[in-house]
Nanobody, 123 residues
Framework: VQLQASGGGLVQAGGSLRLSCAAS????????IGWFRQAGGKEREFVSA???????HYVDSVKGRFTISRDRAKNTVNLQMSYLKPDDTAVYYC??????????????????WGQGTLVTVSS
């Protein structure tokens, strides 16, 4: 499967953005999709995941602000980001892997990666 992340941009603190991860060459419902982000000089970190089974997971710092969803018709997994903070500034990546991932918060659990989309939140 190939992944294409999109939707990044520049937004003021408190604003919203919607990221989309589009899959081709596979049915997105067959995969667990994770969103990760990487700020300058930092390691890539887990943000959210949508399991193939339908359950969702979030890192504590985005709970209540970000919502992950799956659109089977469009073969996408979306990340709605609200109340954005400057600390959310990063390149956001989507990733995929089959099956139930016991370590879905770890980058090593994912096989397929998209190219990343930049989110910049100004103060």
């Amino acid at each position: 499967v190939q992944l294409q992340a999109s939707g990044g941009g520049l937004v003021q603190a408190g604003g919203s953005l919607r990221l989309s991860c589009a899959a081709s060459g596979g049915t997105i419902g067959s995969y667990t999709i994770g969103w990760f982000r990487q700020a300058g000089g930092k390691e890539r970190e887990f943000v959210s995941a949508f399991r193939a089974t339908g359950t969702t997971h979030y890192v504590d710092s985005v709970k209540g602000r970000f919502t992950i969803s799956r659109d089977r018709a469009k073969n996408t997994v979306n990340l709605q980001m609200s109340y954005l903070k400057p600390d959310d500034t990063a390149v956001y990546y989507c990733a995929a892997s089959r099956g139930i991932l016991s370590q879905l918060r770890e980058t090593s659990a994912y096989i397929y990666w998209g190219q990343g989309t930049l989110v910049t939140v100004s103060s």
